[in-house]
């Protein structure tokens, strides 16, 4: 494909970015980083990329007209996700110049499973952010970028109730009839027959619909971080950091007050020597406040 189409922007903050550009490697002496609060870590992204990759693949295929067989699609998403066609689609996207990792593990980077293992964080990511249709739109180009990306509904969203709902007695109101009796008037004193209205309207005990609720207060105003250059500092870019330039790091932690409602000191320290000193709720927050600190410090600069 000589022009793929533009990779995907994951809407929502840098970090998890941050996260998907960084190799398992740069963890430090192999261990786990606190759970983030919305996705967990990049394994959990990643197994999930790889289910909704397979079904946007499939849906694909699925939607083509004239339809295909079953034992047609199951070929062809095979051949789509195969470990060939996925190190073609990252060569496309320079995936492997963008990618943060221990140096020391550099000959692993070009394995089919490792880039396989990105292809499906970076699903996963786009996922959770932006949603099932900005998946398959991607997807199908990627498959053939001359096709029409087939409409694909976001999981778990279902078209909203024809009407309200409210409390008992309170329904739809009935079907339209294409004879409807006309409009009632004055009561009739000569010998006419006054027709009087259908059976069982209107319905009993109908309660009128409950008042809109009110209108939430507004949100408060939002104001840009103190420092915006240090925020994006993560503990993942400071690993990669010091250990391009030599340094062995360890984030020693120290954790305070009671189990509901703890406080984490976190240090972080190059070679043995405390550089940073990050406080928070969590061990992540703090580990994070700690790194930027160290960040700081050492004057390596903006990012």
């Avoid at 870590?41 to 397979?54: C, F, I, N, Y």
């Avoid at 996922?127 to 976001?154: C, F, H, K, T």
């Avoid at 009993?204 to 209108?215: A, F, G, I, S």
């Avoid at 405390?274 to 600190?293: F, M, V, W």
Wanted: aromatic residues 8%; negative net charge.
């Amino acid at each position: 494909m000589a022009h793929p189409p533009q990779l995907p922007k994951i809407d929502g903050d840098m970090e998890i970015l941050l996260d998907i550009y960084s190799h398992p490697s740069l963890r430090v002496g192999g261990t786990e980083d606190p759970p983030n609060e919305e996705y967990g870590d990049t394994d959990r992204l990643a197994e999930l990329g790889k289910q909704v990759l397979s079904l946007a693949v499939t849906f694909h295929y699925y939607s083509q007209t004239p339809m295909q067989s079953g034992s047609a699609i199951v070929i062809n998403r095979d051949q789509v996700l195969s470990s060939h066609n996925i190190e073609l689609w990252a060569d496309m996207y320079n995936i492997k110049k963008k990618l943060r990792f221990d140096p020391r593990e550099a000959h692993n980077i070009d394995k089919p499973e490792e880039l396989e293992r990105f292809w499906n964080v970076y699903t996963g990511a786009l996922y959770i952010r932006n949603g099932m249709s900005a998946v398959q739109s991607w997807v199908s180009q990627l498959i053939d970028p001359e096709s029409e990306p087939p409409v694909a509904e976001p999981v778990g969203q279902h078209p909203p109730p024809m009407y309200p709902t409210g409390p008992p007695g309170y329904g739809p109101p009935p079907p339209m009839h294409s004879h409807m009796p006309p409009p009632m008037g004055p009561p009739m004193h000569h010998h006419a027959v006054s027709m009087g209205p259908p059976v069982g309207w209107p319905p009993q005990h109908q309660q009128q619909p409950p008042p809109p609720p009110h209108q939430p207060p507004p949100l408060p105003p939002t104001y840009p971080a103190a420092n915006s250059v240090s925020n994006i500092i993560s503990v993942a870019l400071f690993n990669q950091t010091a250990i391009q330039r030599g340094y062995a790091v360890t984030y020693p932690a120290d954790q305070e007050g009671p189990a509901h409602q703890p406080l984490w000191t976190v240090r972080c320290c190059l070679n043995g020597q405390e550089r940073g000193r990050g406080q928070g709720r969590n061990q992540k927050a703090a580990k994070e406040e700690a790194a930027r600190q160290a960040w700081a410090s050492l004057g390596w600069g903006p990012f």
